[in-house]
Structures are given as C-alpha cells and as structure tokens.
C-alpha cells in the first residue's frame, strides 16, 4: 500500500484521513480522561462546602473529629484512633455548633464509652450561609482531657 491509503482492521483510510482519525481518537480519549479525571476530583458537597477530618491529639487520645453536610442537614461524627490514659471512667460526647449563632444545635452524641473507633453521626438542620463545626470531648473520670474540633463546614 502506498503513504496515501492505509488499512486499519478492515478500514480502509485514504491519506490524511489517517491523521484525522487518529486526531479523533486522541480528542476522544482526551475527553474521556478529562471527564474521569473530573469525576475523580469533584468534591462531594461537605468537602466542597469545607468540612472533612481534624486529626486533633491532646490528653494522650488521636482522635479525627470530622463534619460534612449534605447541604440541608450537618453531620458529626469522630474516629478514636489512640486513647489515652482512660482510668476508671472515660467517655466521649460530640455535637455540632452553629458558629453564626454561637449555639449547640442538633442532637448530641451523649456520653459514649471510649473505645477505638468510629463514632456515629450527630445531624443538625443546616441554615445557608451558617458556619458549623463537630466538637469532641474526652472526660476522664469526670475532668475534661480533650477538647477538639473539626475544620468548619458552610
């Protein structure tokens, strides 16, 4: 076959058609990757809107105290990763403040046994333009020996 005429499979291409097929291609593949790539870097609406986890540390405890909002109602939860010194009692609570209005708002997590691990979500009604953030607290044997809070979320 000459340059000018080309077979791919059992398509035959005639001169520059080669190049302009392969420039389809390759746009073709670009968008897809571009699309992959955006899929794979969109942010979901907490990590958008800021939130996410605080790794935070004090008392002996690593404790990853997290916020998120699905753009009506704000969640709290916290990871135990290390515990420290935990005594005869050690509990946890966390809550979710509403930084525009300096108040606790939503359910509160309530005393929880430490442990390593996750805790669950406390959720409180979103208010638009409001700043929230998830507070954690370790009490051991009744004194306060952490206190951290997550990055805010809008």
């Known amino acids: ?30 968008t897809a990757v571009a699309a992959m790539v955006g899929l794979l870097t969109f942010a979901a609406p907490a990590d958008a809107a ?10 002996g405890f690593a404790i990853g105290v ?6 009506i109602t704000v969640f ?15 509990y946890v609570t966390y ?11 939503g359910n509160s997590s309530g005393r929880q046994a430490c442990g390593l691990g996750h ?5 409180a009604g979103k208010v638009a333009g409001h ?11 009744g004194t306060k020996v952490f206190e951290g809070d997550s990055y805010y979320t809008t």
């Open 1 to 30: 076959m000459s340059d000018q005429n080309r077979e791919i499979g059992n398509v035959r291409i005639r001169g520059r058609g080669i190049l302009m097929g392969l420039r389809l291609k390759l746009a073709g593949a670009g």
């Open 50 to 59: 800021g939130g996410g986890c605080f790794p935070r540390t004090g008392g």
């Open 66 to 71: 997290c916020s998120s909002d699905n753009g």
């Open 76 to 90: 709290g939860d916290i990871y135990i990763d290390k515990l420290g010194f935990t005594g005869s009692s050690c």
């Open 95 to 105: 809550q979710i403040r509403d930084w525009t209005t300096s108040s606790w708002v």
């Open 119 to 123: 805790y669950p979500n406390v959720a």
């Open 131 to 141: 700043m929230y953030q998830n507070r954690a607290r370790v009490y051991v044997n």
